[in-house]
């Protein structure tokens, strides 16, 4: 070992039965320095970090910290040495306050009795380091995902730990918020904290890390500069070349298909006015808060709305009806695919065919060959990455879970897709995968309504873009003209003159 590595992995085998998740993997992580690891989903970097966090403990190979060999055979030995780690899977109790999650595991005690005063304390200054103000005493469970990311970061970074594992920390953050967890790890890195960070967004590896590992298939495949070209970590990373990042196939956009008119409810969203036509993807944009998801899921069915109406090729529909929704056409791949999109021990042939359930029914009985091969051609045509389809879809990474919550629609037939935050927490191969499917749906005649807070992704993938502030739509802007800034300008321009009360 180097003077300044604190942690090095040597040789590290993980299997799963007959999957091998990690084979022969080597890792340092050294002193006051940021090692992004890079890798596809299903690479292996998830599995590594487990390792270290003592989730996972290796077949093979050897873990040292400061060049003496140790054992780490679960959490709490992990942060006995010193190592605090934010996963990618929100570790929280949504009944408990923030103060209590945050406080969770080493609640100050006084007299036998929780120290209310110092755990608010100790809550308060771990918020503090990254910006947030919310209520201390508020359910966990009840704030959005961004914030529940920021209170999980402030957790972890509320230990003074030596070594800082950060698993997709931005995945649900703003620029603002990512820009104040930057400021955080540049203090620690100061400090000489040893920090290894997971990203799908490749420009945050050059903005923030020193040095990459990359992974594929569960092997070490090189150790690079943050400061590599990202079409060289693509290369690295998928092991091919990609031409393009957004490749959105322009068509002419024909009759309306989705219209929403005045669609309000207090405290989420005003007066909403949206039309979609068929061949066409509609962007959406904002800020967290703005409104966005609470807007497509009152399109879905899945919320209540108060005024206002929504119709499919002109006809209205009932509100707050998922089944008239779906029948309609309309399919929604929702924020968190893990708590609303999928069923995570109910097989993958399951998932995908829980839209088509009654349309393939015998009578009172479900055709399950007919489901069967449905998820067979699904798996198929969308390049579903799996052993079977009858196995458990949390076995899947986190891009083949996407796919399977797209393939429920496309194989529902749905012309109408509500997409929110579609490529969240995938990595760039599978994203481009999931942009060939948008464009297949609209080279069909379907219609896309898009919502996500990467506005590459929005600019990249959207025929018009529309921009949501304080629960109201501000502006409309043609892609082809539109930039971050523009969108940035309408966002933040009107949030605190259009605020819904």
């Known amino acids: 070992m180097d003077a300044d590595d604190i942690l090095e992995l040597r040789g590290i085998t993980k299997r799963f039965g007959a999957t091998v998740a990690l084979d022969g993997v080597d890792l340092r992580l050294r002193k006051g320095h940021v090692q992004c690891l890079l890798g596809e989903n299903g690479a292996g970097k998830s599995t590594l970090i487990k390792m270290i966090a003592g989730v996972h403990q290796p077949d093979e190979g050897s873990i040292f910290l400061d060049g003496k060999e140790v054992s780490i055979p679960d959490t709490n030995a992990s942060e006995a040495l010193g190592i605090a780690t934010i996963h990618q899977e929100l570790n929280l109790v949504p009944t408990l306050s923030v103060a209590e999650n945050i406080a969770l595991g080493r609640t100050p005690a006084r007299f036998g009795f929780v120290n209310q005063k110092e755990m608010r304390k100790l809550a308060r200054e771990a918020l503090d380091l990254i910006g947030l103000d919310v209520d201390l005493d508020r359910p966990v469970g009840t704030l959005g995902i961004a914030r529940q990311q920021l209170v999980e970061i402030a957790k972890a970074l509320s230990v003074e730990a030596r070594i800082l594992i950060l698993d997709e920390p931005t995945a649900a953050l703003t620029r603002t918020e990512i820009e104040q967890l930057f400021k955080v790890i540049e203090q620690l890195r ?95 944009a904002g800020l967290v808060g703005a409104g966005r998801t609470e807007v497509l899921r009152a399109i879905a069915g899945a919320d209540k709305y108060e005024s206002g109406e929504v119709r499919v090729r002109d006809k209205k529909l009932p509100p707050h009806k998922v089944s008239e929704s779906v029948r309609a056409g309309i399919g929604l791949v929702p924020e968190d695919r893990k708590s609303q999109g999928l069923v995570l021990k109910a097989p993958v042939e399951e998932n995908l065919g829980y839209a088509t359930l009654k349309a393939n029914a015998k009578g009172p009985f479900a055709d399950l060959k007919a489901q069967h091969e449905q998820a067979e051609t699904a798996r198929e045509q969308l390049q579903i990455r799996l052993a079977s389809v009858r196995q458990p879809v949390n076995s899947l990474s986190g891009g083949n879970q996407q796919k399977v919550v797209f393939g429920r629609w496309t194989t529902a037939k749905s012309e109408i897709l509500l997409l929110d935050e579609p490529t969240r927490g995938v990595d760039v191969g599978a994203k481009v995968e999931i942009y060939e499917l948008i464009n297949q749906i609209t080279d069909a005649g379907g219609a896309v309504l898009l919502a996500s807070s990467e506005l590459p992704e929005v600019l990249g993938m959207s025929d018009r873009i529309l921009v949501m502030a304080g629960g109201r739509i501000v502006g409309e802007l043609p892609a082809e003209s539109a930039t971050q800034d523009s969108v940035m300008t309408l966002a933040v321009k009107e949030v605190d003159s259009t605020r819904v009360h």
């Open 190 to 284: 100061e400090q000489g904290v040893a920090m290894a960070f997971i990203s799908h967004h490749l420009e945050e590896i050059a903005e923030i890390g020193d040095s990459v590992t990359v992974l594929r298939d569960g092997q070490y495949v090189d150790e690079v500069p943050a400061s590599t070209p990202e079409p060289e970590l693509v290369r690295l990373m998928v092991g091919r070349s990609i031409d393009q990042l957004y490749p959105r196939r322009q068509s002419e956009p024909g009759d309306v298909l989705l219209s929403v008119r005045n669609l309000t409810r207090a405290g989420a969203f005003e007066d909403v006015s949206i039309d979609v036509r068929a061949g066409e993807v509609v962007g959406l």
